[in-house]
């Protein structure tokens, strides 16, 4: 993104006259930074949105019809972010077949609320699955799943199969068997794809594949952070609508997504900003990115303890929009101190760590700012650990 020396002034001012500082992004589309940042077409559309009012489910289900056919998919809903989409796709199956229970949830006791996951890939955003009501059950083992233990742990509780498509886990059952293995017991998938669109394919291949529900965060597409879709078959979408907050206010009954809203600004710039990522130059994209990263590469080269490779060199599939540096230290204090070292600085400078490494985005770097990243970590690096 491009800033103006205005535009900068004007976000410092704002910050500050809000009591914080404003931090460089080397972290990525990250959720406690406030997401992506927003294309011009993209804050466009959101200001032409802001001068009228719509009827809420007009635009949600016209917005939908848009964004399937974009999609290529049955239908689609946009919600508020990839999170709400989890728990409305799972809240869609637990009242499929099950209308008397849309005021009930999360009160599920009498109805199938089970939903598996496969054991060793769970993650802290599983606990989404429990907002309306589920019980999650582990399916497998360390060693992954097949489609024997799957087939063999479906039973008269199983509501839904939950797939967490960015599992790096071993043992990862394709998509297409665990659709294949669910519908034979006629049973719904949710597929959580939160940060796979990019290649722009993965859009499309989890529906494609027969996946019931597959949900999307919108930063990751840089749409506001939130925003998020539901896409996939359609009367689970249309139920995951029902028990969202337009649901709540105009299907008659009090479902559970009421504090799950999207304002109509929001959903004008989900809608430009999948129209852009599907059209974008994406090679272009990370071109740019590679010219940010050699700068910052150039100069930390050769400092001790420490190895650095470019994210998309060593991680397969490819970063959605968190390409960068890998930086790896010999320990873990010292990975510590520098990260704090960045952060404690002028500007601020956030990274993600984890252990003795951390990865270096440069995805939502303004002009400019590669070069003061690149000089801060040199000065720091210079310091004895």
Not at 78 to 85: E, F, K, L, P, R
Not at 141 to 152: C, E, H, I, V, Y
Not at 168 to 186: C, D, F, R, S
Request: net charge negative; charged share 20%; proline share 5%.
């Amino acid at each position: 993104m491009n800033d103006d020396p205005g535009s900068v002034a004007e976000t410092e001012a704002l910050y500050a006259s809000l009591g914080v500082r404003p931090l460089i992004n080397a972290g990525g589309a990250y959720t406690i930074l406030g997401g992506s940042i927003l294309s011009p077409t993209v804050r466009a559309a959101m200001n032409a949105a802001n001068h009228r009012f719509v009827d809420m489910k007009e635009l949600l289900e016209s917005s939908g019809r848009i964004i399937a056919d974009m999609l290529d998919a049955e239908a689609a809903y946009v919600t508020a972010g990839a999170a709400a989409s989890l728990a409305l796709a799972v809240a869609a199956c637990l009242t499929l077949d099950h209308g008397d229970y849309l005021e009930r949830l999360p009160h599920t006791d009498g109805i199938p609320n089970e939903v598996l996951v496969q054991a060793n890939s769970r993650q802290k955003y599983d606990h989404v699955l429990t907002v309306p009501g589920a019980h999650i059950v582990d399916v497998g083992d360390a060693a992954g799943l097949t489609a024997q233990q799957l087939r063999d742990a479906i039973g008269p509780k199983t509501a839904a199969i939950h797939y967490f498509a960015q599992s790096k886990a071993p043992g990862l059952l394709p998509i297409e068997t665990v659709v294949e293995v669910a519908h034979a017991a006629e049973k719904p998938v949710i597929v959580d794809a939160a940060g796979l669109t990019y290649p722009i394919d993965n859009l499309r291949r989890f529906h494609r594949a027969g996946a019931d529900l597959v949900c999307y965060a919108g930063k990751y597409f840089d749409a506001p952070q939130s925003t998020g879709l539901i896409v996939g078959r359609a009367d689970l979408v249309e139920l995951a609508a029902i028990n969202g907050f337009v649901g709540f206010e105009t299907s008659g009954t009090l479902t559970i997504g009421r504090p799950m809203k999207v304002d109509r600004q929001e959903i004008a710039g989900a809608v430009a900003a999948l129209h852009e990522w599907l059209t974008m130059d994406h090679e272009g994209r990370l071109a740019r990115y590679g010219e940010r990263i050699d700068v910052i590469l150039a100069a930390v080269r050769g400092a001790p303890g420490l190895t650095v490779r470019r994210i998309s060199a060593i991680e397969e599939p490819l970063p959605t929009i968190r390409d960068g540096v890998r930086f790896e230290f010999a320990s873990e204090i010292r990975a510590a101190e520098v990260e704090t070292a960045l952060l404690e600085g002028e500007p601020g400078i956030f990274v993600r760590r984890n252990g003795n490494a951390f990865n270096l985005s440069v995805a939502f770097m303004n002009d400019g700012e590669a070069e003061i990243v690149a000089r801060r970590l040199a000065e720091i690096l210079r310091t004895p650990d």
